[in-house]
């Protein structure tokens, strides 16, 4: 899940000018609603779940990382249910798994809106234009 090699940097801070070993991944920013483990979880826990497998990059994960994933919800229950000491081990879990916008960054992973789908050429939408100026030029 993670990539070797440090956090990209800004524009004006590049000091290599050269191509990136790893590029920026881009997922459509819409929540992930394939396939994904059912488990039996308490409340605040079954929360983060939901929380977690419906995030749009889980649309890349393998079968091994949603086990990892799965292993994390064990661990978030069992955190929930007074193992504080499994805190430190959780905050790293999620950070693998891109629980957040540091974390997407760090996996190089990018949200962008959904790319609007061109209207069909036999459609009236992609007409209209042409309709329209053959409708003034014929008015004039």
Not at 3 to 21: M, Y
Not at 26 to 41: I, S
Not at 104 to 112: M, Q, T
């Amino acid at each position: 899940m993670t990539l070797a090699g440090r956090k990209p940097k800004d524009e004006g801070q590049k000091v290599t000018r050269h191509e990136l070993t790893h590029d920026w991944t881009e997922v459509e920013n819409v929540p992930y609603d394939g396939p994904r483990p059912k488990l039996t979880l308490d409340v605040g826990t079954a929360r983060w779940w939901d929380a977690l497998s419906r995030m749009p990059h889980c649309v890349l994960w393998t079968p091994s990382q949603w086990m990892f994933a799965v292993d994390t919800a064990w661990l978030h229950q069992a955190f929930e249910n007074g193992a504080t000491n499994l805190a430190g081990e959780i905050r790293i879990r999620e950070k693998t798994l891109g629980t957040t916008m540091d974390a997407l960054r760090d996996l190089r992973i990018r949200y962008v809106e959904r790319a609007e789908a061109p209207a069909p050429a036999d459609s009236k939408m992609a007409n209209f234009d042409a309709e329209r100026r053959k409708r003034l030029t014929s008015a004039e």
